[in-house]
């Protein structure tokens, strides 16, 4: 970072080094809001060809667009807001990318270095308030550090395990002039993630699988972030081992494999959870043994020798104790165990698990020409051909569109798992058809969510986004309701929504969207072919489901795996 | 148990307050943290004493080599590491209670580094357990402050 004397590079304000070294590093999309201490910045930004920054209506949406847009394309999503405010806005959408290992690069603009400190207008720590929350961050103190800085963090934000790398820039380093000198290489002394494996690990690993009798993989967010799907599949079909996923985990395996057992955890299939409590040797690839997944841990997965592949040594034997650690990345590691993995006689185990699959499916029971909300993501699916790109808020609706979508490729659902962001869905989905302008985007929401971001309507409507919000309502903050209807004997305090809920088709309109409206079982299909078909405008296709169903199989908070309530039994 | 952590880190912007903010924010204990700048200028060297078991410390190992600016992380609990921590502590005084406050001082080879009619302060540097000793002796006369560095440890080099 220092001055390069012999070859001083070209002279450039701070504004205009960092949107060029954003262009050099291919960025095409920037999403924002200006204020006070950016406008510079975006002055540059918004001349500048090649880059396009796309105006949200809230600091927190631009921030999970950035998510959604990282998620589908794999790039790092840039986020450029104001001081202050605008920057305290960014923490919630930064703790969701940060829970879920997602490369952005949040720039927040800052008072002036020499009024830092003394209380200043929009002025607000947001390197301190985001510390936790932050792979990396770095206080901008000389333009000419800048294009350095913006490569560091490019590279830590999409290399190792993901995360987000937040900049703070003082107005004055930003209108100041520093040299520019593009094409110095990035070297960081403390930070050399592992990727390739521990080849005795690995070989010990496939002996493992290959001896089990009743074998499983876990396969988790880490596997779609690093598109080793394919060698996963290779691994289940060649030793003929079942997979079971997490949320996040959700695409990287199909579900149309008969290997496949869908969904592990506190919503995740009947067959699913059992399969981890009675497997004999569990691989866990690019997972981290969450809460939500292992139930009560002393009683997880009892009989298992377990294998952990993870990119991040701190997710090993974090909660869980493994057999075999292996730290690497999964792209690198699953080729040399491809290798090595032979036809085992895993018979039987499928047998078992295929009679617990004809015995406990994933169900629910029609009642009338009430709409449910499991039928409508089958139908959309169906109608979507199991392809389009999926992102879910956060709660039942979230829940259903996992169970019931029925993924088949890597990248395809995007969802807030670890920290479970309301008001994720709507924004993220708008970054996600940003970033895949050819793909059919589906965001199923519901009636609480979609109201925690709904000003985000206005940016796709401004940016002609073909968007299809799914939009299940039950009138209720559904997740707590179901909660509280198990466990605190049907007292609904502050869950009811319905009385308050504003008019959704009214609303659509308002915005310029288009809305639809099922209000029984028969319209459901109707409403989603027109839904599918509109171009250049948003739709929200709005479902009045049945108010009081719930997600089943359930995992109770506590209790075993296979301690699963079913019907609510 | 008491364990030891050598941690050698980029001293850059933020770089303490993310060590530091990782005990309070994940909830690992910490008994005492002393930085001061390493064998290469551009580095720091922090020594952390930590209570728990195995597992939580070597999450605590982990969790500090996933910061970009930590270099190094070593654990010394087991190996042979030689430990000091050096303490000034004032020790209320009088005409009579003085020359027995000198005493303690010379049974534990400390120093007195400053007197005043009602006050001494006296240096102290050894094992974590020879200055609480001596503390706890010097309670008697009525302890007016103490400040404490810490611990700051290396490897021993010398092995048989």
């Known amino acids: ?569 | 148990m008491r364990h030891i952590l050598s941690v050698i880190f980029e001293n850059k912007f933020n770089a303490i307050p993310r060590i530091s903010g990782l005990f309070s924010g994940r909830g690992y204990n910490m008994n005492s943290m002393s930085f001061g700048e390493g064998e290469d200028p551009e580095t720091t060297r922090a020594t952390i004493t930590s209570e728990g078991d195995d597992q939580i410390i070597e999450q605590i190992a982990k969790q500090l080599n996933k910061l970009v600016d930590v270099i190094k992380v070593v654990e010394l609990t087991y190996e042979p590491f030689v430990e000091r921590e050096l303490a000034l502590v004032k020790v209320q005084s009088s005409a009579s209670t003085r020359a027995e406050i000198m005493q303690v001082a010379d049974i534990f080879r400390a120093k007195i580094i400053d007197l005043s009619h009602k006050t001494i302060t006296i240096e102290v540097t050894g094992k974590e357990d020879k200055v609480n000793a001596i503390i706890e002796m010097l309670q008697q006369f009525g302890i007016r402050e103490i400040a404490r560095t810490g611990i700051v440890a290396l490897k021993r080099e010398f092995q048989k």
């Open chain 1, 1 to 569: 970072m220092t001055e390069n004397k012999k070859n001083p590079g070209k002279s450039m304000t701070g504004s205009e080094i960092l949107v060029q070294t954003l262009v050099d590093l291919g960025v095409t999309k920037v999403f924002g809001y200006p204020g006070g201490k950016v406008i510079g910045l975006y002055d540059v930004l918004d001349r500048t060809p090649g880059i396009q920054g796309i105006l949200f209506r809230h600091e927190q949406g631009a921030t999970h667009a950035a998510d959604g847009f990282a998620r589908a394309t794999g790039m790092p999503g840039i986020v450029i807001v104001t001081s202050g405010p605008g920057a305290t806005n960014t923490v919630t959408g930064i703790a969701t990318a940060y829970m879920d290992s997602i490369p952005i690069i949040v720039f927040t603009g800052q008072v002036p270095s020499a009024m830092i400190g003394n209380d200043a207008f929009q002025e607000a720590d947001i390197i301190g308030i985001t510390r936790p929350v932050t792979k990396h961050s770095y206080l901008a103190q000389d333009p000419g550090q800048i294009g350095q800085i913006v490569r560091e963090a490019y590279h830590i934000a999409i290399t190792g395990r993901p995360g987000p790398v937040l900049i703070d820039l003082p107005s004055d380093v930003l209108a100041a002039s520093g040299e520019h000198h593009p094409n110095e290489h990035v070297m960081i002394r403390g930070y050399n993630p592992t990727y390739k494996g521990h080849s005795q690990q690995i070989n010990k690993a496939a002996d493992m699988l290959n001896t089990a009798r009743r074998p499983l993989i876990y396969a988790g967010g880490g596997v779609n972030i690093g598109l080793a799907s394919e060698e996963i599949t290779e691994i289940a079909n060649r030793g003929q081992i079942p997979v079971t996923t997490t949320l996040l985990g959700l695409g990287a395996f199909p579900e149309d494999n008969p290997l496949s057992v869908g969904m592990v955890g506190m919503h995740g299939t009947w067959y699913a959870n059992m399969a981890m409590m009675e497997c004999d040797v569990l691989m866990c690839v690019g997972a981290r043994f969450d809460d939500r997944v292992t139930g009560r841990l002393n009683h997880f997965s009892p009989n298992s020798k377990k294998i952990h592949i993870d990119i991040d040594p701190s997710c090993i034997a974090k909660n869980v104790a493994v057999d075999i650690p292996i730290v690497g990345h999964v792209k690198k590691v699953l080729p040399d165990i491809v290798k090595k993995i032979k036809p085992a006689n895993t018979k039987e185990w499928l047998e078992q698990i295929n009679c617990w699959k004809n015995e406990h499916p994933l169900k629910y029971s029609k009642r009338g020409e009430e709409i449910l909300p499991e039928y409508v993501v089958e139908k959309v699916a169906e109608m979507t051909n199991h392809q389009a790109i999926v992102v879910t808020d956060v709660g039942q609706n979230q829940m259903w569109a996992a169970q019931y979508y029925g993924f088949k490729r890597p990248r395809q659902i995007l969802s807030s798992g670890g920290l479970g962001t309301m008001g994720y869905g709507l924004p993220a989905a708008l970054g996600a058809a940003i970033g895949c302008p050819d793909e059919t985007v589906v965001c199923f929401t519901g009636d609480g969510g979609f109201q925690m971001n709904i000003q985000e309507l206005t940016t796709a409507v401004q940016n002609k986004i073909p968007l299809k919000i799914v939009l299940l309502n039950n009138g209720y903050l559904g997740m707590v309701r179901q909660w509280q209807e198990l466990f605190f004997e049907r007292r609904y305090a502050m869950t009811v929504l319905s009385d308050g809920n504003p008019n959704f088709m009214k609303l659509a309109e308002g915005y310029g969207a288009v809305g639809l409206q099922a209000q029984k079982l028969s319209d459901v299909e109707d409403v989603i072919k027109e839904g599918l078909k509109i171009k250049r405008l948003p739709v929200v296709m709005e479902f009045i489901i049945c108010p009081e169903e719930n997600v089943f199989p359930m995992v109770p908070a506590g209790a075993s795996l296979d301690e699963m309530l079913e019907n609510g039994k």
